[in-house]
């Protein structure tokens, strides 16, 4: 994420909860890494879990300081829902 995203912050948070599509949460901690905010953490799996693959695109909305409202759509423009039964228990957020 650009580095204009922490605009929107007093502090910029050192973990956002994502909410996907369907209501599901995920932790994923963030860091400042090359003037960017990354996501660390969590990341990795989160794709693997949602099957994030080259060529999707995932956008981020900001609902909270400390919540992202995660939508993923396939490389046909169409959005993907995911099921929250996959989740690894290390990530998941609780609401």
């Not at 860091?31 to 799996?45: F, I």
């Amino acid at each position: 994420m650009p580095l204009d995203f922490t605009k929107h912050f007093v502090a910029v948070p050192t973990e956002f909860k994502q909410r996907n599509n369907t209501g599901c949460s995920w932790r994923v901690t963030v860091k400042l890494m090359n003037g960017m905010v990354t996501q660390d953490q969590g990341w990795a799996t989160y794709a693997v879990v949602h099957q994030i693959k080259i060529g999707y695109m995932v956008t981020f909305n900001l609902l909270t300081p400390g919540t992202l409202k995660v939508i993923i759509f396939d490389d046909d423009g169409i959005e993907v829902v995911n099921k929250c039964g996959k989740h690894n228990k290390a990530f998941a957020a609780k609401d």
